[in-house]
């Protein structure tokens, strides 16, 4: 196949995917690997994870690592497709991060999926959970966990509360909380847990930025 032609074919794929494609996608339209290797070697393409690449006039966008992780998660799935439950979703620290709330980076990149997945791949994590179709929205273009679940699942999996309740107070502030009786609730029943007396409870101490 003609360099401009599989530009050409790639330039499609890539169009509703941030200007990203997986080798899969490209074989699935005739696309070898070798002619990927090939573009690469000439800067056509720039490799960002396994199996997955950025067109080369593409510009860099700020979650694009993010979705190249999410992407090679889904090598073979048809481009501009809408989501399905299958679809990996970010959450935890991954999620926090594709919504600019607390101060916490996006890494490891952590994943979950309605079937159970293994990955020894260094900086990502994969959880085997399902998950409420209310608890998960799209942001960035990636499905993620809803701000409310992330801090709900940033406490379940140990993160420091401090940086939680950074998380918490930017998610308020911003808006992106739709029922914030219910997750003070869901907080205060995992503070009991913790030994955190009612009085203050868990969610007022990181609703008020105290030290916990």
Not at 25 to 43: F, P
Request: hydrophobic share 40%; aromatic share 6%; net charge positive.
């Amino acid at each position: 196949m003609k360099t401009v032609e599989a530009i050409r074919i790639l330039n499609d794929i890539s169009f509703s995917q941030k200007g990203l494609f997986t080798a899969a996608q490209a074989k699935a339209v005739g696309v070898e690997r070798y002619t990927v290797s090939r573009l690469e070697k000439l800067g056509n393409v720039e490799r960002l994870a396994k199996g997955v690449y950025r067109m080369g006039g593409a510009p860099s966008q700020r979650e694009e690592d993010v979705f190249a992780a999410w992407l090679s998660l889904v090598p073979s799935r048809q481009p501009g497709a809408p989501f399905s439950d299958a679809d990996p979703v970010a959450m935890g620290v991954t999620a926090a991060w594709l919504y600019r709330i607390g101060e916490i980076g996006p890494m490891p990149y952590e994943f979950c999926t309605s079937v159970r997945r293994q990955t020894q791949r260094h900086g990502l994590i994969l959880r085997k959970r399902d998950l409420r179709q209310t608890d998960t929205s799209l942001v960035a273009g990636i499905p993620a966990t809803t701000p409310a679940r992330t801090v709900i699942d940033l406490i379940d999996y140990g993160e420091d509360l401090s940086l939680v309740s950074n998380v918490l107070c930017d998610a308020l502030e911003l808006g992106l909380i739709s029922d914030e009786n219910r997750l003070r609730e869901e907080i205060d029943r995992r503070g009991m847990k913790m030994g955190i007396a009612k009085d203050p409870s868990l969610y007022e101490m990181m609703r008020g930025g105290r030290r916990i």
